[in-house]
């Protein structure tokens, strides 16, 4: 089992940034790739980015690209996500999740996060 803990989230005007972390205990922290999803209200699930195990290859939706980068240090057990100029529609519930496969499907990943909130004023 791998337990995951978002923190970070908050109130950010819009063009702000903000840093996401997510900590993980139990199993092997290095043997999982790691991702962030979002959720706004009222939509699906929706895929932000993800690293490899290693964390020499990442992967980021169209929407994020340039803006947000993911990245670990497998020494501390923790992911990141910094977020730069943030837009209203970045405003979502963002988790952290961890599995076997490194991927931008949901369903490839075993282990979530409760989620942080994160939003941006106009």
């Known amino acids: 089992q791998v337990q995951l803990v978002e923190s970070g989230g908050g109130l950010v005007q819009a063009g702000g940034s903000l840093r996401l972390s997510c900590a993980a205990s139990?199993?092997?922290?290095?043997?999982?790739?790691m991702a962030w999803f979002r959720q706004a209200p009222g939509k699906e699930r929706e895929f932000v980015a993800t690293?490899?195990?290693?964390?020499?290859?990442?992967l980021y939706a169209d929407s994020v690209k340039g803006r947000f980068t993911i990245s670990r240090d497998n020494a501390k057990n923790t992911v990141y996500l910094q977020m730069n100029s943030l837009k209203p529609e970045d405003t979502a519930v963002y988790y952290c999740?961890?599995?076997?496969?490194?991927?931008?499907?949901?369903?490839?990943?075993?282990?979530w996060g409760q989620g942080t909130q994160v939003t941006v004023s106009s």
């Open positions: 999740a961890g599995g076997t496969y490194y991927s931008g499907r949901s369903e490839r990943y075993d282990y």
């Open positions: 139990g199993r092997t922290f290095s043997g999982y790739a």
């Open positions: 690293i490899s195990r290693s964390g020499g290859d990442t």
